[in-house]
């Protein structure tokens, strides 16, 4: 059963889509109305609504056993990926400590551009991975605004992130 929903967080209406498999997508404020659409979700997705609306009201919240459908994603995506959902919340990683971490040394911008991808925000954190002298980019509606309120959200300390 395929289906999409959206859900009000802290940061504004999100959406998720899912299929047999897990989820498909999560989607980041704003997030509009898709008349007829949208569809009740079952539980599992439901419970993953109540983890990331959690997660973003700063309550601990375990997306780890989130299910995705990573039909579509590479080996690479899945590693990186992998990596990311084992952050915790408040804590982060550098794009080069991931390709450490992926056993791809000098693979920081292989491991942007697959964040950059990311189709699973929230429940794979790319916002906990920062380039090594700041927070770097974030692709996701409202850029790297976002991706520091949701850092604050979580209590990451946030020195690295002064405005330029």
């Given amino acids: 059963m395929d289906g999409f929903a959206r859900f009000d967080t802290a940061i504004g209406t999100c959406g998720v889509a899912w299929g047999p498999r897990g989820i498909r997508r999560v989607l980041l404020p704003p997030v509009a109305p898709r008349p007829g ?24 919240a375990d997306l780890s056993d989130v299910a995705l459908d990573d039909a579509r994603l590479s080996p690479l995506q899945r590693d990186v990926y992998a990596v990311a959902r084992a952050i915790p ?17 000098g693979g920081a911008q292989a491991v942007g551009r697959a964040l950059g991808a990311n189709p699973f925000p929230i429940v794979v954190p790319c916002h906990r991975v920062v380039a090594a ?11 790297v605004e976002t991706k520091r309120r949701m850092l604050a959200i979580e209590g990451a300390t946030l020195d690295l992130f002064a405005a330029s």
């Fill in 133 to 143: 002298g700041g927070d770097g980019g974030f692709s996701a509606p409202g850029g």
């Fill in 89 to 105: 919340p408040g804590a982060t990683l550098t794009y080069g400590e991931v390709a450490r971490r992926i056993g791809r040394p």
């Fill in 37 to 60: 659409a949208e569809a009740d979700p079952p539980e599992p997705v439901r419970r993953a609504i109540a983890a990331m609306t959690a997660l973003l009201d700063g309550e601990p």
